[in-house]
């Protein structure tokens, strides 16, 4: 792994080289904060979806087996739907 003053050795000495490496990187910057931003936004419009069919599902449970859904777990409620299966 290069050390500081290897990497600095290595750079060019024409600063519009310089200059063209740094607004590189600055693009690439720009365009992974953006990626970050985009990634922030489907993480939560998955989180809203999924409580949106935690929803539809409570409503679709309580609709199938009435009141006696509130009190089900999970497993309970997979054994109902062998059971009626």
């Known amino acids: 792994m ?3 003053e290897t990497s600095l050795s290595n750079l060019p000495e024409e ?3 310089l200059q063209a490496m740094l607004r590189a990187l ?3 910057r720009e ?3 953006q990626r970050v ?3 922030a ?5 998955l989180y809203i979806e999924n409580l949106r069919l935690q ?3 409570a409503r679709y449970k309580k609709w199938a087996y009435g009141p006696r859904a509130d009190r089900l777990s999970a ?3 997979a054994q109902v739907l062998l059971e009626f299966g």
């Not at 936004?41 to 419009?45: G, N, Q, V």
């Open 75 to 77: 497993s309970e409620l």
């Open 41 to 45: 936004k489907r993480a939560d419009d």
């Open 2 to 4: 290069p050390t500081d």
């Open 55 to 57: 929803k539809e599902l």
């Open 15 to 17: 600063t519009q080289t």
């Open 37 to 39: 931003e985009d990634l």
């Open 26 to 28: 600055l693009r690439e």
């Open 31 to 33: 365009q992974e904060k």
